[in-house]
């Protein structure tokens, strides 16, 4: 069965460090996404990408964040100057189409940011 | 706005016992509702989904869950655990037509006992 692949699986890093989360969605996939999910609270919409460019995104996805899809198989969050409060679990996810019940979306395995 | 309410962070049930996962959601038009399911190192896979039609939606692994607007919940149930239900489960709402901005619940921990 297609997956979304994350790597790294955990990154420990530096505050103010820059750091790059790579995932690979489902080779006909359209649309991808961010999620993340700080320890011990709710997984929360980070962003949307689609046709090279975002979306939708959250008030959490300030001018630190910057997505990318740099080769049109990568699809990369960047975290310009990591924070303390940038430690969390962040889930890639794709779908072929959006606004449809039918669709859904298919999460990586997640990548744990640990920022020290 | 959208919000959901995982009761029970943590749930422990023997094995062969009904598994009872709640979930109330909140939304001020139709939702769309999910349960998703995350085994250890593995990402989030979709169990089961309500969008519109028949309230009681079958999903993988013998789950259910029956969407009651009255009530605005959206429970998970298994008639018999099995020990590799163990996970964490996560309830998710969206509004009707925009199923990828997702508002999820925190989670509840299944753990199942032999």
């Known amino acids: 069965e297609p997956e979304v692949t994350q790597t790294p699986s955990h990154q420990v890093t530096q505050m103010g460090q820059e750091v790059i989360l790579r995932c690979v969605p489902i080779s006909n996939h359209l649309y991808f996404y961010w999620y993340r999910q700080i320890l011990g609270q709710k997984v929360e919409f980070l962003v949307s990408f689609y046709n090279n460019e975002i979306s939708e995104k959250s008030e959490i996805f300030d001018d630190q964040f910057s997505v990318e899809r740099p080769d049109g198989s990568n699809f990369t969050l960047k975290i310009r100057s990591t924070k303390l409060e940038d430690s969390a679990m962040y889930f890639c996810a794709s779908s072929l189409r959006q606004g449809s019940g039918a669709n859904v979306l298919t999460f990586g395995a997640g990548s744990r940011l640990t920022v020290l | 706005a959208q919000s959901v309410t995982q009761l029970g962070s943590h749930v422990s049930v023997s094995e062969g016992a009904l598994v009872l996962l709640r979930c109330n959601y909140s939304s001020s038009v139709p939702p769309y509702l999910f349960w998703y399911v995350q085994y250890p190192n593995q990402g989030l896979q979709l169990l089961l989904k309500?969008?519109?039609?028949?309230?009681l939606v079958k999903g993988i692994n013998g789950f259910e869950a029956e969407f009651k607007k009255s009530e605005t919940s959206f429970h998970l149930t298994k008639p018999s655990a099995h020990m590799s239900d163990a996970a964490e489960y996560f309830c998710a709402v969206t509004r009707g037509g925009s199923n990828y901005k997702l508002t999820f619940g925190k989670g509840t921990l299944l753990t199942v006992n032999p």
């Open positions: 309500y969008t519109t039609g028949a309230t």
